[in-house]
């Protein structure tokens, strides 16, 4: 059976990290999280004390850098260097600054011919803001999840609230509202819908039923149905 490319995009917290996982999970396929990829970036450049103004660092940084996404019996592990930094690229600092970073034209470059790379083996479900439209613009099979506002929000503070942060809901609000608008905007590679994309709101959908549905999807795929 061809093992497929699929790409689930989409904006912050609309449900496409855990569902991309469990897809996966499903299938027996390699998540990519490309979104993690640019927050191992973003760490390194935020340890190394480069300005998340200076392009042309940011860029010679990236050149010299190797991000992989590897298999774990938890789901997965995301190295740095050498470096297991899964946990440490979740803080609320690299989340709002990754978006800087990952607008920048040759960080861009340099993780999607990593991604690429993983791409060609086939097998695999890639999550992130650009995977339908620029990495893998042949996918075979390309989703686009979304959600209100005020749902993804909820989302993202009982995320934080689970790993014991205390946070503020209008002000979660306020940070992915500037995220949207930032990702939306940005000059290369912005959040878009792919062409070919079937787009599934998720807003009044369970993890389960997002999942289900996606699968259904692919189900129709191996069997010649789209």
């Given amino acids: 059976m061809k093992r497929l490319v699929i790409t689930i995009d989409g904006p912050a917290s609309s449900g496409k990290s855990t569902t991309a996982k469990l897809v996966a999970r499903s299938l ?47 789901g997965y592990r995301v190295i740095l260097d050498g470096e297991d930094v899964t946990e440490s690229i979740r803080s609320r600092e690299v989340t709002r600054a990754s978006s800087i970073v990952s607008a920048v034209p040759g960080v861009r470059r340099r993780m999607v011919e990593i991604q690429r790379r993983v791409g060609r083996r086939g097998g695999i479900v ?13 996918a075979d099979l390309k989703i686009y999840l979304d959600a209100d506002l005020d749902t993804r929000a909820l989302r993202r503070k009982l995320e934080l609230e689970s790993k014991g942060e205390d946070v ?23 959040l ?35």
Avoid: C, W
Wanted: proline share 4%; hydrophobic share 35%.
């Fill in 192 to 226: 878009v819908i792919p062409d070919g994309a079937i787009v599934i709101d998720t807003t009044d959908l369970s993890i389960d039923e997002q999942v289900n549905r996606v699968l259904t999807l692919v189900e129709r795929i191996v069997g010649g149905d789209v």
């Fill in 168 to 190: 503020d809901l209008d002000e979660i609000k306020r940070d992915i509202r500037m995220r949207d608008t930032y990702d939306s905007r940005r000059r290369h590679s912005p």
């Fill in 126 to 138: 890639a999550e992130g803001r650009d995977m339908g439209s620029v990495v893998f613009p042949d």
């Fill in 28 to 74: 027996g396929y390699l998540y990519l999280d490309t979104g993690a990829m640019y927050r191992a970036v973003t760490l390194k450049a935020m340890r190394a004390g480069i300005d998340l103004r200076d392009t042309q660092g940011l860029e010679g940084m990236a050149n010299q850098t190797d991000v992989d996404i590897v298999p774990d019996p938890g």
